[in-house]
C-alpha cells in the first residue's frame, strides 16, 4: 500500500553533502511505490522559531508554515535526514521541525544520519530518538547511517563502492519497518484521534 511520506532535510551549507542521502531516500521510496516529497529546510526558509505555527491565530501563520503544517497533517510517516554538527542536532532541521508539535502526533519517523567521517553522524541520530519521540512521534528502530557520505552516494544520489552497496543493503529494512508502522498508525488514527 502506498504512503504518504515527508523526508525533512535540514542543511543551510552551501556545499551540502546530505542532499545525496534526502535524494537517495527519496527515490527509493518512490520506487516502491510510496508518495514522497522531500521538505528541504533551506527552501522553505522559515524564520528562527519565535511562534509555533499553534501560536498564531487561525489563518494568520505565514504561509510557508501553514502550507508545511498541512503536509505534516496529511503525512502517514516521516524521515528525518540528519548531519551531525559537533555532536549534535543540525539547527536548521531543529528550527523547523520545531515549529510544529500536535501536528506531528501519531505518526512514526525514520532517522538517517549521515557524516564526512566513519561515525556517520551516529550521535545526532541519538540525539533526534529522544526530540522525536517528545514530540509525539514513534521513532521506528531501523536507522541508516551513512558516512563517509562523499564516498557512499554520488552527486547524484546514487550508491558508489563498497559503501554504497552497504547502505542499498540496509535499505530495504528501512523502509519495510517504516511501512509497517505507517500502517499500523493510521489504523489506529482512524479508530482514536491523537489527543490535540
Known amino acids: 500500500m502506498a504512503h504518504r511520506l515527508l523526508v525533512l532535510y535540514g542543511s543551510y551549507r552551501s556545499d551540502r553533502m546530505g542532499i545525496r542521502l534526502a535524494n537517495y531516500i527519496v527515490a527509493e521510496l518512490r520506487a516502491r511505490g510510496d508518495d514522497v516529497e522531500l521538505i528541504d529546510a533551506k527552501a522553505v526558509g522559515l524564520p528562527m522559531l519565535d511562534r509555533m505555527y499553534k501560536e498564531y491565530p487561525k489563518g494568520e501563520a505565514p504561509a510557508a508554515m501553514e502550507t508545511l503544517a498541512a503536509k505534516i497533517r496529511a503525512a502517514d510517516g ?34 538517517a544520519s549521515y557524516s564526512a567521517g566513519r561515525l556517520s553522524g551516529v550521535r545526532a541520530a541519538t540525539a533526534w530518538h529522544g526530540t522525536l519521540s517528545e514530540m509525539g512521534m514513534v521513532v521506528i528502530s531501523s536507522t541508516l547511517a551513512v558516512g563517509p557520505i562523499a564516498q557512499t552516494l554520488d552527486a547524484d544520489g546514487r550508491p558508489t563502492g563498497d559503501a554504497g552497496k552497504s547502505l542499498a543493503r540496509a535499505f530495504p529494512r528501512f523502509a519495510e519497518d517504516l511501512a509497517w508502522w505507517a500502517e499500523a498508525a493510521k489504523a489506529q488514527r482512524a479508530k482514536l484521534e491523537p489527543p490535540y
Not at 535526514?81 to 543540525?90: A, F, K
Open 78 to 111: 516521516f524521515v528525518f535526514v540528519t548531519g551531525e554538527y559537533n555532536w549534535g542536532l543540525q539547527p536548521g532541521l531543529k528550527n523547523l521541525t520545531d515549529h510544529f508539535l500536535e501536528e506531528w502526533f501519531w505518526r512514526p519517523a525514520a532517522i
